[in-house]
């Protein structure tokens, strides 16, 4: 029995619909509950249920915002279709297999576990037609990890409260009877004690915390369209933004969903919508409208893999260009990324905030990584900076919607209010907004929307920035909290390495990235897209230093920390 | 003045200083004639009123209003209208459109706006081409119309919008020649009385790429029926007419689209409770 | 015009706000033509229909004044009292942007023909004594504009049969 680690991964894998993502979701919490951090994230295949599916779920003392490199035990409820994880799920020559040997051989990927524990699961639910197969696997998994039984217990009777006492009961026994099936590794993979959390943390995945930021951030109507990975977000809201006073309404299409927030905008309610690479295609025309018309609106990426449908379930980060480049015309906007579950709802506040104060769109550009990966975050202590619309009031006349001078933020009337009614326009529009084809306007209107993002104080919240080094590593998104734990890695090593990653990736900041990267010597770029668009982002906004490389590859395998520091190891001197 | 009796309104009060680009002599100067006069006929001021449009010729109307406007991208009116109704049901709002913005790229959103029945008048000016683009067909172009994008005719059958609007859901259906410009706006008032989504089909010819539209005048006539609530007559009725019935043809009473309220308020703040652990 | 669009006519109060309507009607029609024919870069057809609208709202003006302590009301509302257009507002339909003085004149002329008709109909028709002699004095009057409408069409002969056309002309492009 070991004395117990710092961090512990756990995958456990079976059939779609044997319940593998319903036991992660309950190992989280019961070891939340008890005080550890944890992440938990899923991989499933396209299928609506059968097919694979596996829960991935790293406890840690510490907060964790990245897989580990290597999984500790892996759980298969059975084997049907494993294979397929065989590149996600790497097991090390320490790791431990469960596995009923009724399920037949275990895949390639079990080949290097040091040792296999038996959990006799066919066996028990023939005996036990009640008992379900997760549910053993779930108390087996949780003894190994040394958690408390009676913990555990308890969140198998919240879960199924509602199911009534019989299946509680039953599947309480059951977790007990995994337990017992295991009893003599108990605490085989434990994690090392902590203290209960004093504070209160949320337990949240990172669609949720995107909803929740942007409604405490101030939306109030949002237009749904489904799609995987983003339909998370509009369930979320459905209900929640009805019981703050707002709406969300389904749409018939993204074409539907982005021009109806632009309407509800319009007339003055901060909106939002959520949706993946392909709605966001979709959407991208009316994203052009709205920044020459001035609306401001939200618009959630939650990138999948791509191009086309790709991989709807899976993670990448190639939405990049087109959320930066992807409108015609010279269309400045907001694009802001978060890093991390918990950064989730701060970017989705800030962005809600910016959009509204700029009357800009803002694209909050998340991936599948972050926004169905669950995890236990302080409650944040701070909220970004409030951001308010500016309005016309109908002092000054005659109104001009589009007046220039100042910050570029001009006063939007909202209807209803007297003596400013003004049309909107998508043509380009003179300081009144009507219609002109002129080339002063033209440049005027251009000029305006350019600087009014350009010239706002952004603050810190533009990058992370940690550390201080003559080696300094690019990165952004999902992939900070890989890079950070990459460098740490490497710092063992002796080799250190500064960390900046960019939130704010549209307006481009080149002082405060100069400032960055004064005295790097040399760089490593960290992206998951096949085609270095990240890099390239870089390479046409920034000056970088000279000796630049990349680490990059497309979804749906993730970087892993060990990946980072050996291209800091191996990349240069120390 | 007492606050339920209707402003003292002029239709010049409806009307911008904007000057139209039309071609002389198309009917959308009549219709913008009618939208006037009926904003005027209704006695609200123009700033609780919005006409919401898409690209197109017709679509170039709220900037000759002096309500509030927006002239969004080609096709999405609908999905303007439908998001700033739904977020401020105080407001007034008109949807504007073509039979290309309508019919073709819009055409879903015809669909579903008249599904969703939300409380909006639906105006097209259906002049069965695309103007602004000089002359290629739309969904309403007769099938044997010569254009230089489909030589001797797209051979097509032409889109019905009442048809359609009718079997979609819409709770008023309509139809208009801007010739009348009178009866237009009396049908413009009474659609957007009537609860929930309200369409009006206006034939507004094209004289510059349809001059044989001319003949319309001597075409239309009233409807000779009674509006019906009953949707089967009413189909009946639309799938037979000949395309020149003018007047109310059907006035549904489903109610209007009503998003969910809740019934105390919480504070945003309050959400988060959910996630504690 | 068909007889569903005359309103019905009661009293000589009712007649002077239709009166005045007509009259108003047309002025505001006129100045559409002229603001679509300064759009559409033909001043001299821009000039001939302000002056046409100046003329109306004389008219109108005029007829204010004969109502004198009876008033015009509000002639019908902001719609109007007509199922399709006003008798003497010009037809929109026959606007055309190349359209020359004489085809303007010729659009005056059917609509002062058509308030002719409306009038002369109403002298005739079984309503109040002082209506119908009401009607006969403005028919009167728009026999006068008939006339002079012929009279500057003399002065403005059709444009040449051969005349070059439009070399942009939309439809060929």
Known sequence: ?574 | MNAAEPLKCRPSDYKSEVKPIWCPGCGDYHVLMALTRAMAALGLPPERLAVVSGIGCSSRIPAYTNCYGFHGVHGRSLAVATGLKIARPDITVICASGDGDGYSIGGNHFLHACRRNVDLAYIVMDNHIYGMTKGQPSPTTEPDFDTALAPGGTGLRPFNPLVVALASGANFVARAYSGNPNETAELIVDAIKHPGFSFVEILSPCVTYRPDQRSWKDRVHPAPVTPTDDPARAARRLMTDDGFNLGVLYRGNRAPYKPPTAAAMLAPESLDEEFVV | MSGANVPPVTSVAALYGIAHRIEADAAERYVMLADQMETHNNLELARMFRDLARAERLHADKIRDLAGSIGIGDGGGPIGPWKSDSPEAADLYAARYDMSPHDALRLALAAEERALAFYTDLAAAKVDRAVRDLAASFAVEEREHVALCHRLLERYPPASAVRPGDPDAPGDR
């Open chain 1, 1 to 574: 029995m070991t004395s117990g680690a710092s961090s512990v991964s756990v995958a456990m894998v079976g059939s779609g619909g044997a319940g593998v993502l319903t036991t992660g979701e309950m190992l989280l919490e019961a070891a939340c509950a008890a005080g550890w951090n944890g992440l938990l994230t899923r991989s499933v295949g396209p299928q609506i249920r059968g097919g694979e599916a596996a829960s991935l779920l790293r406890l840690a003392r510490a907060p964790v915002e990245c897989m580990a490199d290597q999984f500790d035990l892996l759980v298969g409820i059975d084997w049907v279709n494993a294979g397929r994880f065989g590149d996600e799920i790497p097991l090390g020559p320490a790791s431990l297999l469960v596995c009923d040997p009724a399920a037949g051989a275990p895949p390639p990927m079990a080949a290097n576990a040091k040792r296999v524990i038996q959990l006799p699961i066919a066996e028990l639910t023939k005996a036990h037609p009640a008992w379900r197969a997760n549910m053993i696997a779930l108390g087996a998994a949780g003894h190994l990890l040394g958690l408390d039984e009676a913990a555990l217990h308890g969140v198998i009777a919240k879960r199924f409260a509602t199911k009534g006492s019989e299946v509680v009961t039953a599947n309480v026994a059951a977790a007990a009877a995994g337990a017992q099936a295991v009893d003599g590794d108990r605490g085989r993979v434990a994690l090392a004690p902590v203290a209960p959390a004093a504070a209160k943390r949320w337990l949240i995945t990172g669609n949720e915390a995107v909803a929740l930021g942007a409604l405490q951030g101030g939306i109030r109507f949002a237009a749904a369209y489904p799609i995987t990975p983003a339909s998370d977000i509009l369930e979320w809201l459905a209900p929640n933004l009805t019981k703050v006073g707002g709406t969300l309404v389904q749409a018939e299409d993204e074409l539907a969903s982005v021009n109806m927030i632009i309407g509800a905008s319009y007339g003055g309610v901060p909106s939002l919508t959520a949706t993946s690479g392909p709605g966001l295609s979709l959407m991208i025309e009316s994203l052009g409208l709205a920044t020459a018309s001035e609306v401001p609106i939200v618009i959630v990426d939650v990138m999948r893999g791509g191009p086309s449908t790709g991989i709807p379930t899976k993670s990448e980060q190639s939405d990049l260009n087109i959320a930066v480049y992807g409108m015609h015309g010279d269309a400045p906007h907001l694009v802001i990324a978060p890093q991390s579950v918990g950064d989730c709802w701060v970017s989705a506040h800030w962005a809600t905030g910016l959009a509204e104060a700029l009357q800009a769109p803002a694209i909050v550009l998340s991936d599948q990584f972050l926004g169905q990966a669950q995890t236990a975050i302080h409650r944040p202590a701070e909220r970004p900076p409030a951001g308010q619309r500016r309005v016309a009031d109908g002092a000054t006349l005659p109104y001009a919607r589009y007046a220039l001078g100042g910050d570029g933020v001009s006063p939007m009337a909202i209807p209803g209010t007297a003596h400013c009614a003004y049309t909107a326009d998508g043509l380009t529009h003179t300081e009144r907004g009507t219609p002109t084809s002129g080339a002063r306007d033209h440049l005027a209107q251009l000029d305006k929307r350019r600087d009014k993002l350009d010239g706002h104080e952004y603050g810190p919240l533009w990058a992370t920035i940690e550390g201080e080094s003559e080696i300094a590593v690019l990165t952004w998104g999902s992939l900070t909290g890989v890079v950070r734990e990459g460098i740490a890695q490497a710092r063992a090593d002796g080799v250190s390495a500064k960390l900046i990653a960019p939130r704010l990736l549209l307006p481009t900041r080149p002082a405060e990235m100069s400032a960055a990267l004064a005295g790097v010597k040399r760089l490593l770029v960290v992206e998951q897209t096949h085609g270095q668009q990240f890099l390239k982002y870089l390479r046409a906004h920034y000056d970088l230093p000279a000796a630049v490389s990349v680490l990059h590859r497309p979804g749906p395998l993730p970087i892993r920390p060990h990946e980072v520091r050996r291209h800091l190891i191996e990349g240069g001197s120390r």
